[in-house]
């Protein structure tokens, strides 16, 4: 599969972030959220293992109520149903990547 970025609608998940669903198999989907600061990735679980990767900007991490925060450059791993999310500190990027695939994302 191979996937432009400038041609994958953008899909709105909650106030000042928005997602693209970039390339994806059964196994595995990779996808890019733009945060405008102050934005929020609510507090939540799942059954997909997550690495995350901070493309710009930074976050306050939170993991099981443990908070951290995460820049540019930044990784970080979400096993199954481990409760997380991110408030963003400035406008950021992120790249999420999830085993397998998460079908709720798919439109």
């Not at 996937?3 to 909650?14: A, H």
């Not at 102050?38 to 939540?44: P, Q, Y």
């Not at 979400?78 to 085993?99: Q, T």
């Amino acid at each position: 599969m191979y996937t432009e970025n400038d041609k994958i609608l953008q899909q709105n998940v909650g106030e000042g972030v928005v997602r693209k669903v970039l390339s994806y198999s059964d196994n595995l989907m990779c996808c890019e959220l733009k945060f405008k600061k102050g934005s929020i990735g609510a507090l939540h679980s799942h059954p997909h293992e997550q690495i995350g990767y901070v493309i710009s900007g930074s976050f306050e991490y939170e993991e099981e109520g443990s908070k951290v925060v995460v820049k540019a450059g930044d990784t970080y791993y979400v096993a199954p149903n481990i409760v997380h999310g991110v408030v963003a500190l400035e406008d950021s990027v992120l790249l999420d990547i999830f085993a397998p695939k998460r079908e709720d994302f798919l439109l």
